[in-house]
């Protein structure tokens, strides 16, 4: 259970003739007094404006000059881009002919400059590069040893004197496997081309099979 909420207390006066006695004496000089000048008559602001008097038209607004617009007149106005905000970053813009390493770099080494303190300005860091560009000269390395590569593999299977291009293992040992084969395959065919064939009766051969069953 909740606790008890504590009522209002009343701190003002208590009892209420004597504080509409105050009231009262307050407004004494407000509630039905007469005017100070009996011939002077006030006009309500909305009658003088009805009738337009220039004492009771509005002033105007007191137009403050903009410093900087008297800076920036020569300047050509930049486009806004969609979404973008106040800061400097969000409204840079790739240039014509600019790669997108590039201009990822120099987006970055924008932010970099807004998010460094002032000590950097002084002492400017040298020795420090960004990772971005210690990844991308290790990938041009990488990329010119692999060129380096193919050319002296392209060198070393270049057509000889004779204009026949060296085989690589594999090609070689299919080569002799198939020459292998043709050897053997024209071994077979000399071996039966040396074979006789005679076409003799069935009772010759019993005879020649059998000779101890002649009649």
């Not at 208590?14 to 009262?24: F, G, I, L, T, W």
């Not at 806004?80 to 409204?91: C, M, Q, T």
């Amino acid at each position: 259970m909740g606790r008890k909420i504590p009522a209002k207390k009343h701190h003002g006066v208590k009892d209420p003739v004597k504080q509409q006695a105050q009231r009262m004496k307050k407004l004494k000089t407000q509630i039905n007094a007469p005017p100070t000048d009996p011939d002077d008559q006030p006009m309500p602001r909305s009658v003088a404006r009805l009738f337009g008097l220039p004492e009771y038209e509005p002033k105007p607004k007191k137009q403050f000059k903009n410093k900087k617009q008297s800076s920036e007149v020569n300047e050509p106005k930049k486009p806004h881009v969609k979404g973008s905000s106040k800061n400097p970053v969000s409204s840079l813009q790739r240039l014509p002919g600019e790669s997108g390493r590039s201009f990822s770099l120099r987006i970055n080494s924008a932010i970099r400059t807004l998010n460094n303190d002032r000590t950097d300005d002084d002492y400017p860091v040298t020795d420090m590069q960004d990772d971005q560009d210690i990844k991308g000269t290790a990938m041009a390395e990488r990329n010119e040893r692999r060129a380096r590569k193919r050319k002296k593999d392209a060198g070393r299977a270049a057509p000889g004197e004779q204009g026949e291009e060296k085989a690589s293992r594999g090609q070689q040992l299919t080569l002799r496997k198939k020459a292998k084969k043709e050897k053997a395959a024209e071994e077979s065919n000399l071996a039966r081309a040396e074979l006789s064939y005679e076409r003799i009766s069935f009772a010759k051969w019993r005879t020649r099979a059998h000779p101890h069953h002649q009649t």
